[in-house]
Nanobody, 124 residues
Framework: QVQLVESGGGLVQAGDSLRLSCAAS????????MGWFRQAPGKEREFVAA????????YYTDSVKGRFTISRDNVKNTVYLQMNSLKPEDTAVYYC?????????????????WGQGTQVTVSS
């Protein structure tokens, strides 16, 4: 069982940066792949970024490539999402997810545990 708690969301202006954090409970954090998803009002939840066990493999949705960076600290049991050059279309609730597999999945179905989400609002 893994419990996930996101933090770091907020209201920013276009072009600003934010760093989201997701703290995980449990002693087996390093054996979970981790992902970030987001859901905007009236839209389905979508994949944003994912990272494998060791952090050696990362994947991003096309719309955030070059702007967002996912990373993890297996000592602190934390995964991060550094978001730069934010755009109004990045506005959404961002969810952290943990999957019991070594590879970085890009589908919601590949993650068993989810956080409660943190709101990111980007004004123009």
């Amino acid at each position: 069982q893994v419990q996930l708690v996101e933090s770091g969301g907020g209201l920013v202006q276009a072009g600003d940066s934010l760093r989201l954090s997701c703290a995980a409970s449990g002693r087996t954090f390093s054996t979970y792949s981790m992902g970030w998803f987001r859901q905007a009002p009236g839209k389905e939840r979508e994949f944003v970024a994912a990272i494998g066990w060791s952090g050696g493999s990362t994947y991003y949705t096309d719309s955030v490539k070059g702007r967002f960076t996912i990373s993890r600290d297996n000592v602190k049991n934390t995964v991060y999402l550094q978001m730069n050059s934010l755009k109004p279309e990045d506005t959404a609730v961002y969810y952290c997810a943990a999957g019991q597999r070594y590879y970085a999945g890009q589908k919601s179905s590949e993650y068993e545990y989810w956080g409660q989400g943190t709101q990111v609002t980007v004004s123009s």
